[in-house]
């Protein structure tokens, strides 16, 4: 089975390294490595690793952690296909798309890019959120009273937000929203139970969605 581990290290030369030696040594598969942010001396970085199946899960953070310094953040399943250089292939498939298809394209395509749960494409409107596209496993926004759309700028959306249903709540669902185009429309990030999207995970959607929105009224290549 495949996890994502995230790892909080020192930044320092051979540490990540070392990381991958002690979970070789426990007969675990680094699948991909990602770094997300570094800075103040250390960094953040995501490990899908595979693990047998005769090992439990707590074997991962167990070999993690012996190296010195290095701290589990989160460790949560990863299910679904694998690709952590999506960004030009997604945008040269948008490029491509026939009209009207773009904005479900990206509500598609963004979880993979993201290592996330789902994605949804929201729309300010007088009876509430509407969804333009969403991604299997999205929650249900459609009439939702959204508080933060309009959206004029990128919103990391913590799972203990006042706004969020109980249910919600209750299973750490954690988002990030970008613009997507104007301000009344939203694209919207999320994972239940972890990891919390850290900001270089925001920076980079708003990036990605900025080229994307103006990508998506190209006519088709």
Known sequence: ?????????????????????ALGSAGIDIVSVDVL???GGVAVDDIV????????????????????GV???TLRPFA???????ELDLLEELARAAEGTAVKLLAVELPRV??????????????????LAAS?????FDGMAVPWLPLSSPLLLPSEDDWLPERWREMAVEMMAAPFGDP??????????????????????????GIAASVAHLPPA
Not at 136 to 140: E, L, Q
Not at 191 to 209: A, D, I, Q
């Open 114 to 131: 993201f290592h996330s749960g789902w994605a949804a494409v929201l729309q300010d409107s007088d009876a509430g959120c509407q969804v």
């Open 49 to 68: 690793v595979d693990l047998p199946r005769d090992r439990l899960p707590d074997s991962l953070i167990t070999a993690a952690q012996a190296v010195p």
């Open 80 to 86: 679904g296909p694998l690709d952590t250089h999506r």
């Open 136 to 140: 299997d496993g999205a929650p249900a």
């Open 1 to 21: 089975m495949s996890y994502l581990l995230r790892l909080v290290v020192p930044d320092r030369p051979g540490l990540l390294g070392a990381v991958a030696t």
């Open 71 to 73: 701290q589990v953040e």
């Open 37 to 39: 942010e570094r800075g």
């Open 184 to 209: 009344r429309t939203a694209v919207v990030m999320g994972r239940s139970g972890g990891p919390v999207y850290r900001r270089s995970e925001l920076l980079r959607l708003t990036h990605l969605t």
